[in-house]
């Protein structure tokens, strides 16, 4: 019997997420359907030989990379499925932490079609209509941030603007990149592509001036959705980006572009950080800190010739983790406080420790703290940048501080006594489905902060996809 990648990573989980969505209501069901669904891919993906090949008792199963839909093709490689794997996975794990107050029922399903739909984008052909791919994913994901029956918040109208809008600019650099090959190298068609190019690009990882519709989306709706989509989103958007460096040889060896890459990539971590330390609302500050992990992985790939793919890809599972636990717990403060403004948290963790603890340490997480499991990779990147450009370096170095400087103001805020009318004794008032996930996450953390290589590893795989890349 022969089948092909698309349909087992693209077909199914789509039909299966039409059917979660018809039984949104039915919420057990729909954990259980979206998530089981979800890490069945994820481990198909892990284990799946690369011979294609594989038998369930006596039925001898056959893959081709290639489905054929509506006269274009998607193309799903041996090489890219440790990525796919990765997706599935914390695409399982979103849905798993989604019964909790306050995520939308129909969460589930949309993102299990979302990564259906982007996991399409990674391999199309031509590669131009994976603008069209991850604009669907786009318009699947607003009725998870706005709930049915209300109007839509502005962040979500300008969130929904913005990521359109570039989509005209990727399927003109498209048009324009198929006859730039055969052109000189001093013919000024190859700048003016490679600027839209980049324009598409920037407008859908928010890279500043872009960005502001994303501390409006995040303070505007719920933080485990949020965290979701702007994990999502912008892993798949930066693996799409390197195909253009892997295929086009006038990009992948361009004057200065890498340097460029440096510089905006620090340029998103100083702004990002000095942004987060500043807020006066959880979510936001959640918002902001997503630009600064924009700002790691586009200094990366601007390190690509110093080992900064492998950078990039190590931070995808650890910045996952990390943004799930971060997401899970604020959607829980904001169910016990209803608000989640940093004024109005004060003596929370009198009350709820554990849920502060891990609180405290999904952000140092981010932030790079030691024995945390983005530690090991931004030292190796805040290092590099150093030995490339000391300027960029330092400046690199201050953003990272920014995380650091808001926990601190949050801790501040967590542990000060109340006014004594309201006296509030230190108590664990948290419920236990409440503590064993966040307890769990934590425990994961630290376990990849000190074995990060071997945890990692596979993901590392990935990169056999983009031969001409370092």
Do not use: C
Request: charged fraction near 10%; charge should be neutral.
């Amino acid at each position: 019997m022969t089948l092909s990648t698309p349909i087992l990573w693209v077909l199914l989980p789509f039909g299966i997420a039409l059917v979660a969505l018809a039984a949104y209501n039915r919420k057990k069901f729909s954990i259980l359907l979206t998530s089981i669904t979800a890490f069945a891919l994820s481990v198909m993906a892990y284990t799946f030989p690369a011979s294609m090949e594989f038998a369930i008792g006596p039925l001898n199963l056959t893959f081709t990379e290639s489905l054929g839909i509506l006269g274009r093709e998607i193309t799903l490689r041996y090489e890219i499925l440790p990525f796919i794997s990765m997706i599935y996975f914390f695409t399982g794990l979103w849905a798993l932490g989604s019964g909790i107050k306050g995520v939308s029922k129909i969460f589930r399903p949309t993102s299990l079609a979302v990564t259906a739909l982007l996991t399409a984008a990674l391999g199309v052909q031509p590669f131009l209509y994976a603008a069209l791919l991850i604009e669907t994913a786009v318009l699947f994901s607003i009725p998870m941030l706005s709930p049915l029956g209300k109007a839509p918040h502005p962040g979500i109208l300008r969130y929904l603007t913005l990521q359109t809008l570039a989509m005209p600019f990727i399927l003109l650099a498209g048009w324009l990149l198929s006859g730039v090959e055969a052109l000189p190298p001093e013919s000024p068609l190859i700048l003016q592509s490679a600027l839209i190019l980049w324009l598409g690009i920037s407008l859908w990882l928010a890279v500043f001036p872009f960005h502001s519709w994303v501390p409006m989306v995040f303070e505007s709706s719920n933080p485990l959705v949020t965290s979701f989509l702007q994990f999502m989103i912008p892993s798949v958007v930066m693996i799409f980006s390197l195909n253009f460096l892997n295929r086009y040889t006038f990009l992948r060896e361009a004057e200065g572009l890498y340097q460029i890459l440096q510089a905006i990539g620090i340029i998103m971590i100083a702004l990002g950080g000095a942004w987060t330390a500043v807020q006066k609302n959880l979510k936001r500050a959640f918002g902001f800190s997503t630009l600064v992990e924009t700002g790691f992985s586009l200094l990366a790939i601007g390190l690509a010739n110093d080992g900064g793919l492998t950078w990039l890809m190590a931070l995808m599972p650890a910045r996952a983790l990390s943004y799930w636990l971060w997401g899970y717990i604020l959607t829980l403060i904001e169910d016990h406080l209803g608000t989640t403004d940093l004024a109005k948290i004060d003596g929370f963790a009198r009350q709820f420790p554990i849920l502060s603890i891990g609180l405290l340490l999904a952000q140092l997480s981010v932030a790079g703290m030691p024995l945390l499991a983005e530690f090991p990779t931004k030292l190796s990147l805040l290092s590099a940048a150093f030995n490339s450009s000391p300027v960029l370096g330092i400046w690199g170095f201050i953003g990272a501080l920014g995380l650091f400087l808001f926990t601190l103001r949050l801790l501040i805020h967590l542990v000060k006594p109340l006014p004594e009318d309201e006296p509030r004794q230190w108590r664990i008032s948290e419920h236990r489905d409440e503590i064993i996930p966040v307890v769990g996450m934590v425990i994961i953390l630290i376990i990849i902060g000190l074995f990060p290589q071997a945890l990692l590893s596979n993901i590392l795989q990935t990169l056999t996809a983009f031969s001409q890349l370092k």
